[in-house]
């Protein structure tokens, strides 16, 4: 695959006296037809994906990212000087005839986005059988020292997806803004608290949650950024964090 070459590139800095580069691994998993591939595509991509073919097994994407002070030099991984990173996406099929295989994909995890419908409210309920499912067979990377829903012991994102399908369908024959047809939406299906501030953010145990409409390119940028950058620094750079506790 042209991403393995790519990475076999970039790891052969740190031979040459340049700052070495790393990785980590990202599970996303939810119900199939969420739209995780599009999250996928977006993310590393940065646009929208017109026809999204149904994934068969795992696929991965690779997102790149760069970590440390640019104006500082080190031979050392955890050194602070600037190099790159890069963030394997393992869009995890969510159909029935693959669940007795996908634990083949669950190894040195080092975090998970759950994804689920905003307008398919049965795919969020679902979320904690993936937990289960992810902690019970997976193996972990810097796992944390308690665990999250269902023991999942890593950190992990959860996103509600196709908030545009979710507001026509609570505005079929009116106008409106689109962001605030979302939230009305939400709020009218139990999951929000009118008080909160976008982005919208959802109940589930411990964490709450990101809006998102792949197929439109919408999406929190900066806080999906921020995870993949904690999650880097739990694993290269641990030392660093304080004593974490839920």
């Known amino acids: 695959m042209m991403f393995w070459r790519e990475r076999e590139r970039e790891s052969s800095k740190d031979q040459n006296g340049e700052p070495p580069c790393g990785q980590v691994r990202v599970l996303v998993v939810g119900d199939s037809g969420v739209g995780k591939t599009s999250l996928v595509h977006l993310f590393v991509k940065g646009s929208a994906i017109s026809s999204p073919s149904q994934t068969v097994g795992c696929t991965v994407g690779v997102k790149h990212i760069t970590y440390g002070s640019s104006g500082s030099s080190s031979n050392s991984i955890k050194g602070d000087a600037e190099r790159d990173f890069f963030v394997e996406l393992w869009d995890v099929s969510g159909h029935e005839r693959y669940k007795d295989c996908r634990s083949l994909f669950y190894s040195q995890i080092n975090g998970v986005i759950f994804v689920h419908d905003l307008s398919q409210r049965r795919t969020k ?15 972990f990377s810097a796992p944390l020292g308690s665990g999250g829903p269902g023991g999942l012991p890593v950190p992990y994102l959860i996103i509600g997806n196709k908030a545009d399908i979710a507001a026509k369908e609570s505005t079929r024959g009116s106008s409106g803004n689109l ?6 939406w939400v709020e009218k299906q139990g999951l929000l608290p009118s008080s909160e501030e976008l ?3 959802e109940s589930f145990p411990g964490t709450s949650g990101l809006l998102a409409a792949a197929k439109e390119s919408r999406y929190d940028k900066e806080a999906v950024i921020k995870f993949f950058r904690m999650l880097i620094r739990r694993r290269y750079f641990s030392d660093e964090l304080p004593s974490l506790s839920t």
Not at 125 to 139: H, R
């Open 125 to 139: 309920t679902s979320l904690q059988k993936w937990a289960v499912e992810i902690s019970t067979t997976g193996t």
């Open 179 to 184: 962001v605030d047809a979302a939230r009305q």
């Open 199 to 201: 982005p919208l953010t």
